[in-house]
């Protein structure tokens, strides 16, 4: 259903509970050609590419790989930490200059999110190949708590302004935007539904959201390099259900993407088996196997990782956990496909996953034009400070 597209592991952030940038190696070298990538989207066939790693604003091919996804007529998630998201786009408005936009470079100097020498630069121009706004791309900023929480858990100050104002940016000038967060034990769920509340008035189109889960090389980090104890910061089920409990009520108010039945599942409603090959992962060091979580081994084909990953192995089914790395997993990757392919399936799921995404969407989020998400290192700093000025109604 969903590739997810590892081209390189090298990142400019080293966040608390990111087994990524400690499992693979983050030098720019080691990378996936850019053949390689295509390659890999044709194999699985996935409708959807979501790019990740590592941060992929760092591959140096980004704009050919979008390209030739969007060639293949793929939908394509570009996820990021939002550090290089304002580079990427101010890129796009040289190569989309005209005279055209000068109102709008006034506003974005007036509102903070460019500068007179970004304006500058961008009426030069530029010739090289650029990400433009598309029906079928998404960026998918990073976001786990506001501004405190935020700059904690990616373990520098200033991430989370920057990812703000890229995305104030990006919605100006006409790109879809996404937000992904994982809970954690010390997620406070009244401050996340706040920061979903903000970024629903800022304009954001979407929301997945999925619970930690303390995979091998994550957990041996948090023990060595933090000297903190993986069970106060990973979720048990049991810990998942109780943070999840008003999932069903936030989808009624944002737009969060998956299924209801994988909802119902998080908050406790159901039990589903994992069906993590739905959702296969490819690496500069093959195609992951078991899943995006576990590495026991990986392959050279998409077809290896099908047919020689022994898949009763692995997983949770309705009765058996069948590896004990899996029992306290819920993660999206490997349940929220179990929901949209009718695995363990109710009478009435179908029409429940398909009014849910194809019906009428939540408006965007009044009570976000009083929230102040910069509670952080910029409480202080009101130049900084976006909430009160930025409305959807800059959107052109
Ligand atoms: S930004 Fe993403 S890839 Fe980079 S360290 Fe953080 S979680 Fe890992
Ligand atoms: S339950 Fe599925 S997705 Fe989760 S770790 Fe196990 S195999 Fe991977």
Redesign the pocket.
Known sequence: MVLQLEPLHTCNLACTGCGRVREYSTRLSDRMSLDACLDAALQCNAPMVSVCGGEPLLYPELELLVEGLLKQKRIVYLCTNGLLLRRKLKEYMAAAYSEEMEPLLKTLISEALISEEDAAKIREGNSQPVIRPHWRIYWNVHLDGMEKTHDMIVERKGVFREAIAGIRLAKALGFQVATNATVFCETDMDELEHLLEYLSWIGVDGHTISPG?D?DTAKVDMVKRLGKNPDEFYLTRKETRKKFKDFQRWAAKFNLFGTVVYQEFLVGKRDLS?T?WAIPTVTPRGWRS?????ADTHYPTFKDLLEKTDWNK???TLKKVR?P??AN?M?H??FDPSGALGVDARPGDNWKNFRFNFGARPAPCKEGANINPFNGDSAQDQTQNGSLKTSPKNKP
């Open positions: 889960y995979y994992c993590a078991p899943c995006y979580m576990l692995y997983g949770v590896d790395r899996c997993c993660v990757c490997g």
